[in-house]
């Protein structure tokens, strides 16, 4: 027996159709401290200063593997202040990626705000939320499915403010390998 398809009109498939999308989980990084060491430098825009810490490879991996993309979130306020370029902070970024995907670890994104309240007011530099919501607005990511980690107070307060499931704090250049444990085992 045939039934007749009941008759929706547009705007109710449109909203069906958008209650089902599938939304990205993520997971956002801090850079300085978490991904590369800040040791003993306050400002990190030369490649030849740019050194990334154990376990981010295999952390990274990890979460990838797991189907999380993988946001960078950072401040370079020296950008601001005239220390260094926006161009110093593309390079250092090139590198990174090169480097993360010789193991097969894609960066979904790599928001910088370049912004520093001594020279500028801004509305995008951490604890704001804001680089996160855009990101999560670019990408489609779901922030009940999403983490962050990050070494400082900022980030997780920004983290916080965005929606996030859950936000790590770690020791500035400690392992990011308990909190990635953590984020694959951790269930709806
Ligand atoms: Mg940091
Ligand atoms: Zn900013």
């Known amino acids: 027996m045939i039934k007749t398809a009941k008759k929706i009109d547009a705007a109710a498939y449109s909203q069906l159709c958008n209650q089902h999308t599938m939304k990205h989980k993520a997971v956002f990084i801090d850079r300085d401290g978490v991904i590369n060491s800040d040791e003993g430098h306050y400002y990190i825009y030369r490649v030849n200063d740019f050194v990334i ?101 900022r980030d997780i307060e920004a983290g916080e403010a965005a929606g996030l499931k859950r936000c790590f704090k770690i020791d500035a250049n400690a392992s990011i390998m308990d909190a990635c444990q953590q984020i694959v085992n951790d269930r709806p």
């Open 53 to 153: 810490n154990p376990g981010i490879r295999e952390g990274l991996k990890m979460l990838s593997d797991a189907g999380f993309m993988l946001v960078v979130v950072t401040n370079q306020g020296g950008v601001a202040k005239g220390i260094y370029t926006l161009d110093d902070v593309n390079a250092v970024h090139t590198h990174l990626q090169n480097e993360l995907s010789q193991c097969g670890i894609q960066l979904s994104a790599i928001k910088v705000c370049p912004h520093h309240e001594s020279v500028a007011p801004c509305s995008c530099r951490k604890p704001s939320p804001q680089m996160i919501l855009e990101a999560i607005n670019e990408l489609e990511i779901d922030p009940n499915q999403s983490y962050l980690i990050g070494d400082s107070k």
